[in-house]
């Protein structure tokens, strides 16, 4: 019996040992992370704290990837006639504006007497600003759009339509808030407007994109 009691003892010594040293092992590698975990939640490891410490990230990355070229001024945004008097004369996917995937676009106008609506007399040749970068196709006499410009780079395209006369070549490379033509009443137009349509790339094909989702009334 005494032998056997001896036995057991030292299996469960041995036992010991192997669990002692396994524990320190994971302890060994489990502190670095344990470090990061908590310089990531920062004080008082709080939901509050971790969700700031995930936006600092992110606009870090964003400051980064500018950094490198992707700029915001890819995307539009913003007034193509950059006047605080534009009003909307027709909304997206209504009218001459439907079905959306094909012609969705909105028009603006300016109301150059200050009544709340458009009138050619403030409309016609407005000036005409481009709302991201990109390059420039040109195309005079078009139907329906009448004097029309492309505006393109590998994300989105924006058109212009119905101009009076352009300012860029088709080619050019403009920015955003750059000169590109004026407000006319040419193609299929009862007045002088701005036909103004923006396409996303997406998976390959160019997708309509309704243009009061990029505040096409704020400024550039």
């Known amino acids: 019996?005494?032998?056997?009691?001896?036995?057991?003892?030292?299996i469960i010594i041995v036992m010991l040992a192997i669990?002692?040293?396994?524990?320190?092992?994971v302890q060994l590698f489990a502190r670095p992370d344990a470090q990061q975990l908590s310089g990531w939640r920062g004080p008082g490891n709080s939901s509050a704290s971790i969700a700031a410490a995930a936006e600092g990230t992110l606009s870090g990355r964003a400051e980064d990837q500018r950094g490198r070229g992707l700029s915001s001024a890819l995307k539009p945004h913003g007034n193509p006639l950059n006047d605080g008097r534009t009003v909307m004369t027709q909304g997206y996917g209504v009218g001459t504006h439907a079905p959306a995937e094909v012609w969705g676009a909105i028009d603006l106008?300016?109301?150059?007497?200050?009544?709340?609506?458009?009138?050619?007399?403030?409309?016609?040749?407005?000036?005409?600003?481009a709302t991201h970068s990109g390059v420039v196709k040109v195309t005079p006499n078009s139907h329906p759009a009448g004097n029309h410009i492309w505006v393109s780079n590998e994300q989105f395209k924006?058109?212009?339509?119905h101009l009076a006369g352009f300012v860029v070549e088709s080619g050019a490379?403009?920015?955003?808030?750059?000169?590109?033509?004026?407000v006319g009443?040419?193609?299929?137009?009862?007045?002088?407007?701005?036909?103004?349509?923006?396409w996303e790339m997406q998976g390959g094909t160019w997708v309509n994109?309704?243009?009061l989702d990029f505040e096409p009334l704020a400024g550039l």
Do not use: F, K
């Open 19 to 25: 669990l002692g040293t396994a524990w320190l092992v």
């Open 109 to 129: 106008a300016i109301d150059g007497n200050d009544d709340g609506a458009a009138d050619p007399q403030g409309s016609y040749d407005a000036p005409i600003y």
């Open 173 to 182: 490379h403009v920015e955003r808030g750059q000169l590109i033509g004026y």
């Open 209 to 211: 994109r309704n243009p």
């Open 158 to 161: 924006t058109g212009y339509a």
């Open 1 to 10: 019996m005494s032998y056997h009691s001896s036995g057991r003892t030292q």
């Open 185 to 198: 009443s040419t193609g299929m137009s009862s007045g002088p407007h701005l036909d103004y349509q923006i």
